[in-house]
């Protein structure tokens, strides 16, 4: 019933930016938080950032005054744009959303299906 599409990863130099996307479909009432984490090979996935449906952001300390995640809530779309990427950033990138949906009376978390950001010379 609900979808997370991601899209914006690639392959990346040190000290470039990229921008990754995550739209949100289907049968949606409302949407509470939204994120993004990461796992990169042989690590747990981690927190990377986090938006409130009022714009209030929550960074982890590794990609603070890096990163910046914003959303349009009319789109049911959340962003995460990076800068200055480090080697150490590359990883699977996953959207993460809390939703309500229509008909029902709880929120579900769902995932994305990953994208891949690679940092390399």
């Known amino acids: 019933q609900v979808q997370l599409v991601e899209s914006g990863g690639g392959l990346v130099q040190p000290g470039g930016s990229l921008r990754l996307s995550c739209a949100a479909s289907?049968?949606?009432?409302?949407?509470?938080?939204m994120g993004w984490y990461r796992q990169a090979p042989g690590k747990q996935r981690e927190v990377v950032a986090s938006?409130?449906?009022?714009?209030?952001?929550n960074y982890a300390d590794s990609v603070k005054d890096r990163f910046a995640i914003s959303r349009d809530n009319a789109k049911n779309t959340v962003y995460l744009q990076m800068n200055s990427l480090k080697p150490e950033d590359t990883a699977v990138y996953y959207c993460?959303?809390?939703?309500?949906?229509?008909?029902?009376?709880?929120?579900?978390?769902?995932w994305g299906q990953g994208t891949q950001v690679t940092v390399s010379s």
């Open positions: 993460n959303a809390r939703i309500h949906v229509v008909g029902r009376s709880y929120t579900q978390n769902y």
């Open positions: 938006i409130t449906s009022g714009g209030s952001t």
């Open positions: 289907g049968s949606i009432f409302s949407i509470n938080i």
